[in-house]
């Protein structure tokens, strides 16, 4: 296994995968509906996405991690 202090980049890479092949298939067939050829333009589409996903989430994530700690109330430790 992998060890704890790597679980920033881990966790990107994984969300980075999700996220942009669900994005990529998603964009594609509103654009361009299914066309013979989609799942490799969807895949093509997809790889490109990842490579922005992946530093935009190891860059992101601290910013929003702290703005949602910002927002968000721990009720069991208000009295």
Do not use: E, H, Q
Request: hydrophobic share 55%.
């Amino acid at each position: 296994m992998i060890d704890i202090r790597y679980f920033r980049f881990i966790f990107s890479f994984i969300m980075a995968l999700c996220m942009s092949f669900v994005i990529s298939g998603v964009l594609t067939y509103i654009n361009l509906g299914l066309v013979d050829g989609f799942v490799k333009i969807w895949l093509k589409g997809y790889a490109k996405a990842f490579v922005i996903a992946y530093p935009t989430l190891l860059v992101l994530t601290p910013f929003v991690t702290k703005l949602a700690k910002m927002i968000c109330i721990d009720k069991s430790k208000v009295k």
